[in-house]
């Protein structure tokens, strides 16, 4: 019952949340429109979850490749304690399907920043500078780091990142997916908000 009181709460301040969220953006909003057109893109990506199950039985995901690169890493280090933990004596720290669609993702966002003519160069962006000054480059860079830590940590908590709740577990109808995305939504609007309006 309660699990049900806070989805149905969730669905009734979601649109409220949202509309304050959009008529809150700078005007003019730095992205008048997308270079690479969404739909498209989506249907690639359902093209590309769809191949993944149907040929490999794999699910899309990235989290997991952040803990094959910890485990090789520390292997390194100390190889008796990452041999002694109990996740990576079921699951052994290898270079896998997950590190490779890593690396695809990186080398893609180069790829469609390049030829959609987003692939500036600045390292803040204009919304960044009018919050925290020009001088933040570091208040940016621990941001950055500290939400990715934070990010990596939620999504082995939760079983999944946002490819695979996002993408591969929605597309699956799994409710436990469709939960993480509403929490995901919720989370970044209320980061969002904190950061750049108070």
């Known amino acids: 019952m309660k699990l049900q009181t806070c989805l149905l709460t969730l669905a009734l301040l979601w649109p409220a949340t949202a509309a304050q969220a959009a008529s809150e953006l700078p005007s003019p909003y730095p992205y008048p429109e997308p270079a690479w057109s969404p739909y498209v893109v989506g249907l690639l990506i359902g093209i590309l979850v769809l191949t993944t199950l149907a040929l490999a039985g794999k699910k899309i995901g990235a989290s997991s490749a952040y803990s094959d690169t910890a485990g090789m890493l520390g292997r390194l280090i100390a190889p008796r304690h990452i041999a002694s933990l109990p996740y990576y004596q079921n699951s052994k720290p290898m270079i896998g399907w997950t590190l490779t669609i890593v ?66 577990g929605t597309l699956q109808l799994a409710v436990s997916s469709w939960i993480a995305v509403i929490c995901f939504f919720v989370g970044g609007i209320a980061a969002a908000m904190l950061m750049y309006r108070i």
Not at 119 to 138: E, K
């Open 103 to 168: 690396h695809g993702a990186i080398l893609g966002s180069f790829f469609a920043a390049w030829t959609g003519g987003e692939l500036t160069g600045a390292y803040l962006q204009d919304m960044w500078v009018a919050r925290f000054g020009a001088d933040s480059g570091f208040l940016r860079a621990f941001v950055a780091l500290l939400g990715g830590a934070l990010m990596a940590f939620g999504a082995r908590m939760a079983g999944g990142c946002t490819s695979g709740h996002g993408i591969s």
